[in-house]
């Protein structure tokens, strides 16, 4: 374990590893808190939606941090850190071309589909503790679709999802060697965070809805238009909306669901 990790446990069942690791932090234990699990019973993303996988199928992480010196604006850039970090470590365990993953605003890893989907690879969920305005505390979490085979997945969720071993060509995916790339990967993203630098690039570049028109729930409200690119200080999604001719910002906290719409050229789908 490096001096990046201050305590890390794997589970073979928890109800949350969220949970695990914001008792941990409660408690006083300082970061970087890591807990893993085979199953989850409660495991959950956003808007409190269930996550679940068989058991070894895929990585359940969360990780815990104290970035008091963050701003809290910039909260979001957390669980983007974390985002990219898994992209990479993602390809790497599975021996994937650069750019085979993609993120999918404002909480999705996706991968292209055969028929011009978008199939979900992982899931990432980020909660914080606030004292005032000052963030005592975070928790991030992702779920990856590791060595799930496609004959596994449920009926419910088949055409939507993907595994890296799917994507890999039937490979096998270490979990061990996916979180410790990810771990590693995770380090000095969070050392530049901590002085202040933010892969804006990364975090444009790796983004599917980009160009594509969307349709956003935020509240009860539909908004519809072409997405341009996300806000490297707010993180939200730019919507361009063509007949006020201005780029409307989305936040994800008032976000429900994001689609990208039916295009000439390729479809991607609800996630």
Partial sequence: MSAFIARQETFPTVDSTQHIVRAWLDAGVPEVAVAVADVQ??????????????SGA?????????????????AWRLGAIAALAMLDAGEDAAGLKDGTLWLKWPNDIVADGPDGRLLKVAGVLGETALLGDVIESAVVGIGVNGDWRARDFPPELAAS??????LSGGRPISRDALLD????????????????RFDAGAWTTRQRTTGHRVEVEAGSELIAGTAVGVDPESGALLVHDRLRGID????????????IVELPARRGDLL
Avoid: K, M, N
Avoid at 41 to 54: F, L, S, V, Y
Avoid at 161 to 166: G, K, Y
Avoid at 184 to 193: C, K, N, V
């Fill in 248 to 259: 409307r910002p989305i936040g994800s906290g008032e976000v429900v669901r994001c689609r």
């Fill in 161 to 166: 999802i993907t595994s890296l071993f799917e």
């Fill in 58 to 74: 895929a990585l359940l992480v969360s990780a815990g941090f104290r970035p008091d010196w963050l701003p809290l604006r910039h």
């Fill in 181 to 196: 790339g990810w771990l590693a990967r995770l380090e000095p993203r969070y050392e530049a965070l901590r002085a202040g």
């Fill in 41 to 54: 019973t409660a495991g959950r993303g956003r808007q409190g939606r269930d996550w679940t996988a068989p």
